[in-house]
């Protein structure tokens, strides 16, 4: 996946790529699992290079989704993507 990501992206800071990936979204047993490839991309682009994959199997493809927008009532900001299932990342600290 780091490979196909760098090539598709050869300006992306290569050491910024995630290399071991694990499903961020809160504890599931089964369905999709999701994993954030890269976070770092300039203006204009709003949002990160992510990865998803069902149980028993490997990522196959990665694709830019915008940030979720959404922020706690302490104004902590949810690090997923815009209409991720689940919790917020603030709810499953």
Do not use: K, N
């Not at 199997?57 to 940030?67: T, Y």
């Amino acid at each position: 996946m780091r490979r196909e990501v760098l090539q598709t992206y050869p300006s992306i800071d290569r050491r910024l790529v995630e290399e071991d990936l694990a499903c961020v979204l809160a504890p599931h047993t089964d369905g999709e699992h999701y994993a954030l490839l890269y976070d770092h991309f300039p203006a204009p682009i709003m949002g990160a290079l992510w990865t998803r994959w069902q149980d028993d199997e490997l990522p196959d493809s990665f694709w830019i989704r915008p940030d979720c927008p959404t922020t706690s009532p302490h104004s902590d900001a949810c690090a997923h993507f815009l209409a991720h299932p689940g919790a917020h990342t603030w709810e499953t600290r």
